[in-house]
């Protein structure tokens, strides 16, 4: 599938979301386009990925909190495997680099838990919660190991929209919340579909050039 008309549908759907135009469940189409992109083009850990966000989001819609939790925990899983497996060899990041990647990433937890945790009434969610946070920022840190843009901005988007929501959910209500949080979660996740599949062309080319 050509990529840039797998963007321009996504864009397409994601723009759908912000209209008055009813359609249900709507919010939910671009990660299952995403996720049908990726299936079509055989990347079957990706398409997992997606597929498992796109299940995120049916509950969300459904404001079903702890399967959403759980179905995004498993995104950020498969998300943190595929980056662990497509490791680039070449110029890989310092040690100081990854140090200061996880004390940034270890701050923004601190943070996040000191703000976000106490305010949760229900303990099973404020522990779901407290472990999907350790999820997301790992699949952050697995990004940033490797030196793409895409994949850089997009696990940060994530982690923006997602900290969003958990200030709207819990802390107090945002103006127009659901623009904040969807519009850098769509941009995350393209951007991340987009890195990963230069990743996936990358480590194949890699493998050509080895053999």
Same mark, same amino acid.
């Given at each position: 599938?050509?990529?840039?008309?797998?963007?321009?549908?996504?864009?397409?759907?994601?723009?759908? *979301?912000?209209?008055?135009? *009813?359609?249900? =469940?709507? $919010?939910?189409?671009?990660?299952?386009?995403?996720?049908?992109?990726?299936?079509?083009?055989?990347?079957?850990?990706?398409?997992?990925?997606?597929?498992?966000?796109?299940?995120? *989001?049916?509950?969300?819609?459904?404001?079903?909190? @702890?399967?959403? @939790?759980?179905?995004?925990?498993?995104?950020?899983?498969?998300?943190?495997? @595929?980056?662990?497996?497509?490791?680039?060899?070449?110029?890989?990041?310092?040690?100081? &680099?990854?140090? =200061?990647?996880?004390?940034?990433?270890?701050?923004?937890?601190?943070?996040?838990?000191?703000?976000?945790?106490?305010? &949760?009434?229900?303990?099973?969610?404020?522990?779901?919660?407290?472990?999907?946070?350790?999820?997301?920022?790992? $699949? %952050?840190? =697995?990004?940033?190991?490797?030196?793409?843009?895409?994949?850089?901005?997009?696990?940060?988007?994530?982690?923006?929209? *997602?900290?969003?929501?958990?200030?709207?959910?819990?802390?107090?209500?945002?103006?127009?919340?659901?623009?904040?949080? $969807?519009?850098?979660?769509?941009?995350?996740?393209?951007?991340?579909?987009?890195?990963?599949?230069?990743?996936?062309?990358?480590?194949?080319?890699? %493998?050509? %050039?080895?053999?």
């Amino acid at each position: 599938m050509k990529y840039a008309l797998c963007s321009l549908v996504f864009i397409l759907l994601a723009a759908l *979301d912000f209209t008055a135009i *009813d359609v249900p =469940a709507k $919010m939910t189409f671009p990660l299952l386009w995403l996720s049908l992109a990726a299936l079509w083009q055989r990347h079957w850990a990706l398409a997992a990925a997606l597929f498992s966000s796109f299940l995120g *989001d049916v509950m969300g819609w459904k404001n079903e909190l @702890i399967p959403q @939790i759980g179905f995004f925990a498993l995104a950020q899983i498969l998300y943190i495997i @595929i980056y662990s497996c497509l490791m680039q060899m070449r110029h890989p990041r310092s040690r100081p &680099v990854k140090f =200061a990647i996880l004390a940034l990433l270890a701050m923004v937890y601190g943070v996040a838990m000191l703000w976000i945790f106490p305010r &949760v009434g229900d303990k099973i969610i404020a522990y779901g919660i407290a472990i999907y946070a350790l999820l997301l920022l790992g $699949m %952050c840190y =697995a990004a940033c190991r490797h030196k793409s843009l895409y994949l850089i901005l997009g696990a940060i988007l994530f982690v923006i929209s *997602d900290f969003i929501i958990g200030i709207n959910t819990f802390v107090e209500r945002i103006p127009h919340a659901h623009i904040c949080i $969807m519009i850098p979660y769509y941009a995350g996740q393209m951007l991340l579909f987009a890195g990963t599949q230069k990743l996936y062309r990358f480590t194949s080319c890699s %493998c050509s %050039c080895s053999s």
